[in-house]
C-alpha cells in the first residue's frame, strides 16, 4: 500500500508565499506523476511526472512551482504572490505502484488548507 501525508498549508495574507509538501511512503515499486488538486473538484493545480515536465493551471502560472525529490518520493508545491481566491483544500495525488501489484494507481492525501486573507 501506498500512504500519502501532505503538510505545509496555513493563512497567509494575499501576496504572500506558502510551500506545500508532499511524501508519499509504503511500499512502493515506482511512481509515475505527482501532483496537486484544489477542492472537492479537484481542480487541477500543478503536476510533475517521473521526468519532471510540469503542467499548471492557467490561474497559477508564474505564481506557483511544482517540483518533486525522487530519492524522498516528495512533492512540493511553492505558492508565491497568492490570492483570496487560491484559498482552499489542497490535495496531493500521486501515480505509484507497489510492491506485489506492480500496476499504478491513483492514491490522494488527506488535504491541507490554504487561506489567503485580503
Known amino acids: 500500500q501506498v500512504q500519502v501525508v501532505e503538510s505545509g498549508g496555513g493563512l497567509v495574507q494575499a501576496g504572500g508565499s506558502l510551500r506545500l509538501s508532499c511524501a508519499a511512503s509504503g511500499s512502493i515499486f515506482s511512481i509515475n506523476a505527482m501532483g496537486w488538486y484544489r477542492q472537492t473538484q479537484r481542480e487541477l493545480v500543478a503536476t510533475i511526472n517521473s521526468g519532471g515536465s510540469t503542467n499548471y493551471a492557467d490561474s497559477v502560472k508564474g505564481r506557483f512551482t511544482i517540483s518533486r525529490d525522487n530519492a524522498k518520493n516528495t512533492v512540493f508545491l511553492q505558492m508565491n504572490s497568492l490570492k483570496p481566491e487560491d484559498t482552499g483544500v489542497y490535495y496531493c495525488?500521486?501515480?505509484?505502484?507497489?510492491?506485489?501489484?506492480?500496476?499504478?494507481?491513483?492514491?490522494w492525501g488527506q488535504g491541507t488548507q490554504v487561506t489567503v486573507s485580503s
Open positions: 495525488n500521486v501515480d505509484a505502484a507497489a510492491y506485489g501489484d506492480y500496476s499504478y494507481h491513483n492514491y
